[in-house]
Nanobody, 119 residues
Framework: VQLQASGGGLVQAGGSLRLSCVAS????????MGWYRQAPGKERELVAR???????TYADSVRGRFTISRDAARNTLYLQMNSLKPEDTAVYYC??????????????WGQGTQVTVSS
């Protein structure tokens, strides 16, 4: 599975960006995708997760501002980010989950796309 993320950039506080992540290769068994982010000096954290056929999950810090969605026909995951804040500045990573067995999941990661929000 290969994940190609794009859409990051520099935006002023209050602005919007839309991230995209195209999945390719053997994607048949992927059952969830999501977006994570990592700010300088901080650990990688979940931003939003979309299990296929189940409810989405959002970090408290982005709920109501960010929306995760998927175009299954295009194997593409999106993250619409509105009302951006300087604290949203981070490298954003696309993630895909491949179940290997009960309680065992393999994770695939994209290369990351930088989002910088200026105050």
């Amino acid at each position: 599975v290969q994940l190609q993320a794009s859409g990051g950039g520099l935006v002023q506080a209050g602005g919007s960006l839309r991230l995209s992540c195209v999945a390719s290769g053997n994607t048949f068994s992927i059952n969830a995708m999501g977006w994570y982010r990592q700010a300088p000096g901080k650990e990688r954290e979940l931003v939003a997760r979309l299990p296929f056929g189940d409810s989405t999950t959002y970090a408290d810090s982005v709920r109501g501002r960010f929306t995760i969605s998927r175009d299954a026909a295009r194997n593409t995951l999106y993250l619409q980010m509105n009302s951006l804040k300087p604290e949203d500045t981070a490298v954003y990573y696309c993630n895909a989950e491949w179940p290997l067995g009960v309680g065992v999941i393999d994770h695939y990661w994209g290369q990351g796309t930088q989002v910088t929000v200026s105050s």
